[in-house]
């Protein structure tokens, strides 16, 4: 079964709670909730985790060096900023889907790059939390 780590970055852990008319009502564990029932159902193996610590998340995608067939990764405001993510993900060498809940083209310019999107092999934005889903269902097909 392909093995899949949804890692959530800085401040998704205030889901629903935060900026709502932007991120929307549902939490992470909502959200993650809804991840392993459609990964149940597309026969992946979910492993999730949230991290506001770069360095925590460099250390969880360099253990899916050996844990993971493939990454789901919402890097939160470190998408904008973060050489160090984006190398770690230059050193694993499964698949990895970008998502962001909001269209981050469609916001303040500062929003409109991503270091990470150069790794991706796909990247959802503006999807709100369903882009979790798809990249699910991306990955199933990328790794059957
Ligand atoms: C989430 C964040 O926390 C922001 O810093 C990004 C992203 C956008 C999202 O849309 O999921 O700029």
Same mark, same amino acid.
Not at 114 to 140: E, K, M, P
């Given at each position: 079964? =392909? ?16 900026? =709502? !008319?932007? *991120? /929307? ?11 392993? &029932?459609? @990964?149940?159902?597309? /026969?992946?193996?979910?492993? $999730?985790?949230? #991290? ?8 969880? %995608?360099?253990? $899916?060096?050996? !844990?993971?067939? @493939? %990454?789901? %990764?919402? =890097? @939160?405001? *470190?998408?904008? &900023? #973060? ?7 230059? $050193? ?12 981050? +083209? ?5 929003? +409109?790059? #991503?270091?990470? #999107? $150069? ?8 999807? @709100?939390?369903? /882009? *979790? ?12």
């Amino acid at each position: 079964m =392909p093995r899949i780590l949804i890692l959530n970055g800085p401040n998704l852990n205030l889901l629903g709670k935060r900026q =709502p !008319d932007i *991120y /929307g009502h549902e939490t992470l564990d909502d959200v993650i909730a809804d991840c392993r &029932t459609l @990964g149940a159902e597309l /026969g992946l193996e979910i492993n $999730a985790q949230q #991290s506001n610590h770069e360095g925590a998340l460099v250390d969880l %995608i360099q253990a $899916a060096r050996q !844990d993971a067939d @493939g %990454i789901v %990764i919402n =890097p @939160g405001a *470190y998408s904008h &900023t #973060s050489i160090a993510i984006l190398d770690a993900l230059n $050193a694993f060498d499964g698949r990895v889907i970008e998502v962001h809940i909001s269209n981050i +083209h469609a916001r303040e310019a500062f929003r +409109h790059h #991503s270091h990470v #999107s $150069a790794r991706a092999d796909a990247v959802i934005a503006g999807c @709100g939390t369903q /882009g *979790y889903a798809f990249a699910l269902h991306r990955l199933a097909k990328l790794l059957s």
